[in-house]
């Protein structure tokens, strides 16, 4: 299922958006954007790195094995049949398909409980199947 999927975000839950702006900013020297409400009042950020992989932050609680998350790309869509697929196979969803800015998301475990996230943008179809 995501053997030809590139991993194209890493996902950051983060106290204080403002500190992690600056600090990957003026400490890390990373090109950081600030995004804006991410939909529950709080700001969000994103910093591109040279081989194309998003950093992405957003203010949440966090606690250590909750964050970072890799997120992979389903860049032709089918999210949901994705998900399906991997419930099939007896895997864990975490989060079930959910809206996130610019597309949707979900969140699936591995077997030690680590989370695995998916994301595609909604100009894509969610479900490719007919």
Known sequence: MFRNRKLGT??????????????YRDVLGLEVQNMGDAGDGHEWLM????????????QQESRPGNSPIIVFEIAEGG???VVAGLAEKGVTI?????????GWSAEVADPDGHQISMYQSEDQPRSLKK
């Open 47 to 58: 910093a591109q790195t040279i081989n194309g992989i998003e950093l992405i932050f957003f």
């Open 79 to 81: 999210i949901d049949d």
């Open 10 to 23: 890493i996902c950051y839950f983060v106290s204080d958006v403002s500190r992690t702006e600056a600090f």
């Open 94 to 102: 975490v989060t079930p398909v959910s809206h996130a800015p610019g």
